[in-house]
């Protein structure tokens, strides 16, 4: 079985195997064949594929007409849905409940489609999990790229010269990428405090030396069966707003990172709060891709707003491609091991891993959700 690899369309610098993964595939009798050049973004090198036992192949369509399946890190392009026939297999991030009309499209093609953001969150899968490692990689860019922004360092300093006080964070979210944002800017010696609407994550955020911020507010149950933060009611998260207000103008960076697949980002932070923040603070927000949470955050741009920055990056993930590849390969590679038994492929559909990431078979959208999301018209 022969398993491709083509280069991600531009913009995109992760690649969805690297080399290691190749040589995992090879050594459960998979052939792999990898586009020349598609690894070059992340820092790996043709001769490292080749090395590694991978086969290189000078364009995509030469790739896919030879491929049973086919692993990227984004959706595929029109050219490459066209080339796709009904016996393949596309496996990568589809943003099926953000998007759900690319699925109908690439249903069309008659292949069979899994999702890797659709997962399920089980024990099981966790070694497959997508949106948790590439969420661990941008919570720890974030934090970078506000550091590089602040005028100002993070630690504490005594020097001949005086005191340098620490830099304060406010991380809003405390899921994988909140987390990660946490124990990088402790690293970094900023004084770091936190809010999550899930109760249950005071004692994570303690545990990596920062503070949760305790707001009376009542969420009752937070959280759903995803593991994300449930949504709340607009009087909730009115009153949240004036509250995250109070405490961003203490702070000298706001993260934000409350983002659930398939739904618009909530509105956390408004005008007025961000307005009140110092000059020369700075908001990053991961939830940018659906709408911010920052009131004044403009998708994929930067805005001053009277000295404050706000930050609205896309593809945090991708800043850092090389391990952020090797994160998102090594979930590949074990989602699709889950569907190869003797170097074949096994589509079971009494596995809830496969049937929770199956969207498209036989030319029709099968996912119920996105299905929901078409108004039940696959």
């Given amino acids: ?33 990898v586009q020349t050049g598609a690894g070059l973004a992340s820092g790996f090198t043709d001769a490292e594929y080749e090395k590694e036992g991978a086969k290189l192949a000078p364009d995509t369509r030469s790739l896919l007409e030879a491929a049973q399946v086919v692993l990227k890190v984004n ?91 620490p830099a304060r964070v406010f991380v809003i979210g405390a899921g994988v990428a909140g987390l990660q944002a946490i124990a990088t800017a402790k690293r970094l010696g900023a004084v770091v405090e936190a809010y999550d609407t899930r109760a249950a994550a005071a004692e994570q955020v303690e545990s990596l030396g920062a503070s949760f911020v305790q707001l009376e507010l009542d969420a009752g149950d937070a959280e759903d069966a995803g593991g994300y933060a449930r949504e709340q009611t607009e009087e909730f998260y009115e009153r949240q707003r004036a509250l995250m207000g109070e405490r961003a103008a203490a702070s000298d960076i706001v993260i934000l990172t409350a983002l659930v697949p398939g739904r618009e980002a909530p509105l956390l932070l408004d005008e007025a709060g961000t307005r009140g923040m110092k000059p020369g603070s700075v908001v990053v927000d991961l939830a940018a891709p659906n709408g911010g949470n920052c009131a004044l955050t403009q998708p994929g741009q ?74 039940g018209n696959g």
């Fill in 1 to 33: 079985m022969i398993v491709a690899v083509p280069k991600e369309s531009a913009g995109e610098r992760r690649v969805a195997l690297a080399p290691e993964g190749a040589r995992a595939l090879i050594q459960k009798d998979l052939e792999v064949r």
């Fill in 75 to 165: 959706g595929p392009t029109p050219e490459e849905r066209e080339a796709l026939a009904t016996d393949q297999v596309w496996v990568s991030l589809l943003r099926p409940l953000d998007a759900p009309e690319e699925i109908r499209a690439l249903a069309g093609s008659g292949a069979t489609a899994f999702s890797l953001e659709m997962v399920p969150r089980i024990t099981r899968a966790q070694s497959m999990d997508v949106l948790s490692s590439q969420a661990t990689v941008a919570g720890y860019r974030a934090v970078l790229l506000a550091a590089d922004r602040l005028p100002k360092m993070f630690p504490m300093l005594v020097t001949a010269a005086g005191t340098i006080s």
């Fill in 302 to 375: 930067d805005a001053d707003i009277d000295g404050v920055q706000v930050l609205g990056p896309l593809n945090l993930a991708g800043d850092l491609p090389r391990n952020a590849s090797q994160m998102f390969s090594k979930n590949v590679v074990t989602f699709l091991q889950n569907l190869v038994e003797e170097g074949e492929l096994k589509i079971d559909l009494e596995d809830e891993i496969v049937t929770g990431s199956l969207v498209a078979r036989a030319g029709e959208v099968v996912h119920p959700v996105v299905l929901e999301k078409l108004g």
